[in-house]
C-alpha cells in the first residue's frame, strides 16, 4: 500500500495563477483533510471531507476551494494565488473522524512569488 | 485561534538528558494525540489520549493526559539522535476536527 500520496512535491507559482493539489489515498478511509503548516503555527486545518461528495470548511478555508469525487481521492484549489499561500501543505486521511488516528501524506511545497 | 496551546517552543539537550513538552487547552478535550515530525517530513501518528488521568509508555515515551483532560505532555527519557524532530499535540473536542498545537522542536547535541 502507498498510503496517503500527494502531487506535486513542489511548485512555484506567480501570484494570481492557479493550481490544484491532488492527494490520494489507498487506505479505504473515509475522512480527508487538507492542512497548511508555517512557521510557529502548527498545522492548520483548510478543508476536510466525511466522504465521497461531501466537503466541509476547516480553521482556514479562504482562497481555497475543494472536491471529493471520488473516496480516494481530494483535490485543494487556488484559484488565484497569493503570497500568504505560500507554504507547506499536508493531506491527510483516516477511517472515521473519531478516535481514528489521521495518516499524512509527504506534503506539497508550495512558493508563492 | 488557537485553541491548543503548546511549550516551550524550541528545546536543545544533550544527547542522554530528559525531554518533556507540554500540551494546554483552555476547554476539556474528548482525546489528546501525539505526532512527531522529522525535519523535512511529515506528521506521524505516536500515541491517542482517552481517559482522565491516563499514562500510556512506549519505551523512553511517556504521555500523560490530565486528570481535568485540558493537558497533556510527552517525556521523553535519555534522549537519542534519533528522537530528533518536531512533537505535535492536537486535541479533539468531541465530534469536532483535531486542533494542532504549534509544536516542540527538540534538537539533540551528540
Known amino acids: 500500500n502507498a498510503g496517503v500520496t500527494q502531487t506535486p512535491k513542489f511548485r512555484v507559482l506567480k501570484t494570481g495563477q492557479s493550481m490544484t493539489l491532488l492527494c490520494a489515498q489507498d487506505m479505504n478511509h473515509e475522512y480527508m483533510y487538507w492542512y497548511r503548516q508555517d512557521p510557529g503555527m502548527g498545522l492548520r486545518l483548510i478543508h476536510y471531507s466525511v466522504g465521497e461528495g461531501t466537503t466541509a470548511k476547516g480553521e482556514v478555508p479562504d482562497g481555497y476551494n475543494v472536491s471529493r469525487l471520488k473516496k480516494q481521492n481530494f483535490l485543494l484549489g487556488l484559484e488565484s494565488a497569493a503570497p500568504s499561500q505560500t507554504s507547506v501543505y499536508f493531506c491527510?486521511?483516516?477511517?472515521?473522524?473519531?478516535?481514528?488516528?489521521?495518516?499524512f501524506g509527504p506534503g506539497t511545497r508550495l512558493l508563492v512569488l | 485561534g488557537q485553541q491548543v496551546m503548546q511549550i516551550p517552543q524550541y528545546q536543545h539537550v544533550q544527547e542522554g538528558e530528559d525531554f518533556t513538552t507540554y500540551c494546554n487547552s483552555s476547554?476539556?478535550?474528548?482525546?489528546i494525540q501525539w505526532y512527531k515530525q522529522r525535519p523535512g517530513g511529515h506528521p506521524v501518528f505516536l500515541i491517542q489520549l482517552v481517559k482522565s488521568g491516563e499514562v500510556k509508555k512506549q519505551k523512553r515515551l511517556t504521555f500523560q493526559f490530565g486528570e481535568a483532560k485540558k493537558n497533556s505532555s510527552l517525556h521523553i527519557t535519555a534522549t537519542q539522535t534519533t528522537d530528533v524532530g518536531t512533537y505535535f499535540c492536537a486535541g479533539k473536542k468531541g465530534a469536532n476536527n483535531l486542533f494542532f498545537g504549534t509544536g516542540t522542536r527538540l534538537t539533540v547535541i551528540p
Open positions: 476547554t476539556t478535550l474528548s482525546n
Open positions: 491527510a486521511s483516516s477511517y472515521s473522524g473519531g478516535l481514528e488516528t489521521q495518516y
